[in-house]
């Protein structure tokens, strides 16, 4: 495995055949494993030119629905991944399958141990105040070797402002392969659709609440709880105020949309039982 920045094959692989996908409200998510997930970001910073991915949950689809400026930011991602049990749910009551849930919580730390080992700088960005440094220091010492080429928590302001050009200057002058966003969503997402190419680094993401992990300043739910699918409880107990009005959103988002599908679904699950050429 290459484990220096001349070993490193960037910039010189063709670009990865596109992934398959399965819609989901206007999300269309990539039906991929963890480990094909990552193995994308690699032949994508192998390919070298500037692009950006998203991890999806149930308020993504919900502001999709909401924001139709999204639906660029949708359109323009290399791949989405689902980063949310629902999705799986949802894919296999439709027909479709999403193999596993693909969560930025963890591909934060993978990536970052793909990058020390093959020599790929990091930029972190975003976070609150001290933040970025924090898991840099973290990530560098949990990943010996580990390139964090910058870290940077602007205001994020308006777009076109002199902000851009300046945070722009700074990602070039470290010349990343891979960037980490903790910008909020739908900010983050907006952000990296508007500026990735200004950039040029050849894979950005945002991936939420995945910094302040890095940086010891929130705690992840154990891996017991996580399997029984609580990991959103443990989340609403740690930010109640922030993160139970969002959740509530998402529930209603969910029942509306699935009882609003609930007549095509049922028909389609009857074609589907009664099998190809029967009515």
């Known amino acids: 495995m290459p484990n220096s920045l001349a070993d490193a094959p960037v910039g010189r692989a063709p670009a990865p055949p596109p992934p398959p996908v399965f819609p989901i409200w206007g999300v269309p998510l990539a039906a991929i494993t963890y480990e094909e997930a990552l193995d ?115 205001a994020i302001g308006e777009p076109g402002g002199a902000w851009e050009e300046e945070l722009a200057g700074r990602i070039r002058a470290a010349a990343p392969h891979l960037l980490l966003a903790g910008l909020g969503m739908p900010k983050g997402e907006m952000v990296l659709a508007r500026l990735h190419r200004a950039w040029g680094v050849p894979v950005s993401v945002q991936v939420g609440m995945s910094l302040d992990l890095a940086a010891g300043r929130i705690r992840r739910a154990s891996p017991w709880v996580q399997r029984m699918g609580w990991e959103t409880l443990h989340r609403i107990a740690l930010e109640p105020r922030r993160l139970l009005p969002r959740y509530s959103r998402n529930f209603v988002f969910l029942v509306r949309r699935l009882l609003a599908d609930l007549p095509t679904d049922l028909a389609a699950r009857a074609s589907r039982r009664r099998g190809p050429g029967r009515t």
Request: proline share 6%; with cysteine.
């Open 40 to 154: 994308r970001v690699v032949a994508l910073i192998g390919r070298g030119e500037p692009s950006y991915f998203i991890t999806a949950n149930l308020n993504y689809a919900m502001l999709v629905e909401r924001m139709p400026e999204l639906a660029e930011v949708t359109r323009g991602a290399d791949f989405i991944v689902s980063d949310g049990g629902p999705f799986l749910r949802i894919a296999a009551w439709k027909g479709g399958r999403l193999p596993e849930r693909v969560a930025g919580s963890d591909l934060t730390f993978d990536l970052c141990r793909i990058a020390a080992e093959r020599g790929y700088r990091v930029f972190l960005l975003g976070g609150g105040p001290g933040v970025g440094d924090a898991a840099a220091e973290n990530l560098r010492r949990r990943y010996p070797g580990l390139d964090v080429a910058g870290v940077a928590a602007p």
